[in-house]
């Protein structure tokens, strides 16, 4: 998985004293801010139904953002009750410490289609944004992890 290769490239910038980054690759992104006074990072997600515009702006001091969907390309994903791509949910966006686990929950809550939400709400230690299949949004916020602003500020 992506989120595991940057999570891995992330361990050599975390191994550099007085070092912030963001490093993305692919919409799995991982940072890091020392001063938590600092402006956090800003992390935009993407609208699936408009890739050139954003849903939601996530400020992120340290932590992983993932985001799962169809938007880049296609149905790639199933869900593994049907064998076929999930309904009724357009994206699902993790936010948490861990970007291996935050890119895992992505992925898993996406494939789960109309069952996203139940399912990341007993996810421990994460936020999360979900695009449903109308448009609309949902999304939460655990207290070690930055706020999904909505609407765009």
């Known amino acids: ?24 690759a692919g919409g799995d992104i991982a940072c890091r801010t020392l001063d938590p006074a600092a402006t956090p990072w800003r ?16 400020p992120v001091h340290t932590g ?36 291996t686990w935050a890119d895992i929950d ?3 809550a996406y494939a789960l289609g109309r069952d996203a939400t139940r399912w990341l709400h007993g996810r421990p230690n994460s936020g999360y944004l979900v695009v449903w299949a109308d448009g609309s949004t949902t999304s939460s916020a655990a207290s070690n992890v ?6 765009l500020p």
């Open 106 to 108: 992505a992925t898993a």
């Open 146 to 151: 930055a706020d999904v602003q909505l609407p």
């Open 1 to 24: 998985m992506k989120g595991w290769a940057v999570e891995r490239a992330a361990e050599h910038l975390r191994a550099l004293e007085s070092t912030d980054f963001c490093l993305s």
């Open 43 to 58: 992390i935009g997600i993407e609208d699936p139904f408009d890739t050139s515009t954003l849903v939601a702006l996530v």
């Open 64 to 99: 992983a953002v993932a985001t799962s969907g169809a938007a880049h390309r296609g149905d790639h994903l199933v869900d593994a009750r049907t064998g076929r791509p999930p309904t009724g949910v357009a994206s699902v966006t993790v936010i948490a410490d861990s970007l």
